[in-house]
């Protein structure tokens, strides 16, 4: 068994590259990783020089359960004779851009064990071992890790028109789109439609006619990254919030749906004071609007032009927007791949049809205990709303290889206690 491997990782992006390099420290562990893409990208598409990460520079890949691992973001600025000067920026953040540029870095390092130009396409599972593969070659492994990443939510309205004129933010055609003259309609009013508008108004793809923002939110609402609110990136308020009963977690990670997937406060104010010069001081011909509480309804096309159906939940009444370009920056939804179908019979699920995902990220299956199926970012609803954040990625990578390794290769459980405890106390 000497080509079987420990552990196959399916999905290059940074949540399975963190996996990599934080496995690393065992040195017994064979692991190797597969991605159908060329090389490491990540959301090239929406990839703005002013798009800033959400999350701190130390919470990248390793620092967070390793701080002297050769793969940290610090290490990367030391190799590239890069530290002084980016101390000199005082900056707490990266922008995305060079987060991706660190990431690219450590696959650099890792040539060996990160297989790009690899699409896996077939799955299977003999009761010993897993074997994943292609038309090409084969690779059998006592454990896998699904890091397959998200794919667009396209509202089922839109999905009839999509194309070069009406597509989802996180596409090819946005690169290729010329708004000169223009009418343009961005549906969404996280931070990627944000960053979409305030790029149109600068005239990235050309001078459009307009511009208009359309957002089922009250307001473009801020990211709360207080300190307490913080907490919930945090393993021990992971390890509570797994703990709480099924039925309320929903609810919970709902609530707190702006810790992580609001807009960067920073960002709102460098847009505002960009639209005040626009429309008082610079006069521009670009008409812009932002028009919160509205849903999408609806779409339909004729004589090249779209008119789009809201209706605004402030008002209560239906409205109309017409539009030449239509760009859908409304969110991603979790996609398990095709090729796990031939073990899904096999797999738990709940009613949602989501993956059963134990506390070590393993899933919930018939098969051999000695052989699991780890999943990155499937559990939000599990573990906690950290999981489709980077916040985690380094503690949670932690936890796999622990598990992979049947041996505490990290501490993973013993942290100082956060401020506010959940968990129930004596009477």
Known sequence: MDNVLDLIGIGIGPFNLSLAAVSEKNHTLRTRFFDEKPMFQWHSEILFPDSDMQTAFLKDLVTGVDPTSPYSFLNYLV?????????????????????????????????????????????????????????????????????????????????????????HAKSSFLQQIDVRDKRVVIIGGGQTGVEIFRNVIKGKWGCANSVSLVSSRPNLEPLDESAFVNEYFSPNYAKEFFAVDAQL??????????????????YLQS???????????????????????????????????????????????NECLDAD????????????????????????????DCF??????????????????????????????????????????????NAISQSEIYETENFAPNFLSYAGIGL
């Open 271 to 317: 847009l505002y004071n960009e639209l005040y010069y626009a429309q008082n001081v610079d006069q521009s011909t670009v008409q812009f609007r932002i028009l919160p509480y509205r849903r999408m309804e609806g779409i339909s096309h004729a004589d090249n032009c779209y008119q789009i159906y809201l209706f605004n939940y402030f008002t209560l009444k």
């Open 356 to 401: 059963c995902v134990n506390r070590d990220f393993s899933v919930q299956w018939d098969g051999h205990v000695r052989n699991r199926i780890f999943v990155q970012n499937f559990s939000r609803y599990e573990h906690g709303i950290f999981e489709p954040q980077t916040s985690l990625m380094a503690w949670r990578s932690a936890v796999i290889t």
């Open 249 to 266: 977690k929903k609810k919970i990670v709902d609530y707190q749906k702006l810790t992580s997937d609001g807009n960067t406060p920073t």
């Open 79 to 167: 190799q590239n004779g890069l530290f002084h000067a980016f101390m000199n920026t005082n900056r707490q953040v990266v922008t995305r851009k060079e987060f991706e540029l660190y990431c690219q870095w450590v696959v650099r390092q890792m040539p060996k064990k990160l297989s790009f130009n690899f699409k896996v396409d077939s799955l299977s599972y003999d009761g010993r071992l897993f074997t994943i593969g292609n038309h090409t070659k084969q690779f059998k492994a006592k454990n896998i890790c699904l890091g397959t990443g998200i794919s667009p939510r396209i509202p089922a309205c839109a999905e009839p028109y999509i194309s070069n004129t009406c597509f």
């Open 325 to 352: 370009i239509v760009i859908l920056c409304t969110g991603f939804k979790n996609s398990i791949p095709a090729f796990v179908e031939a073990i899904k019979h096999l797999i738990r699920f709940d009613q949602n």
